[in-house]
């Protein structure tokens, strides 16, 4: 996997910026901290789970699964190969 396409996958993942409209109760499991207002956070489409952006970043560079659930989130690279 190089690192051009990890590239390519993050960028596509959905990102959101925690403010008021949003209800996020839950802690990223990657550093245990709670999500603030006005923080980046993104969502894996696989599982629905929630974590800092920079937070799943760092830990999908070396991974391909979601940090909490192990449930694989290269949906893109699975069926796209290039
Ligand atoms: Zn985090
Ligand atoms: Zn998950």
Known sequence: ?????????????PRTV????????????ICIGQFEQG????ILPSCKHIFHATCVNEWLQ???TCPLCRKNCNHALDSCPQ
């Open 1 to 13: 996997m190089n690192d051009e396409v990890i590239e390519r996958e993050l960028q596509a993942l």
């Open 62 to 64: 070396s991974h391909n």
């Open 39 to 42: 923080e980046e956070i993104l």
């Open 18 to 29: 925690v403010d008021d409209t949003i209800a996020v109760d839950d802690d990223c499991s």
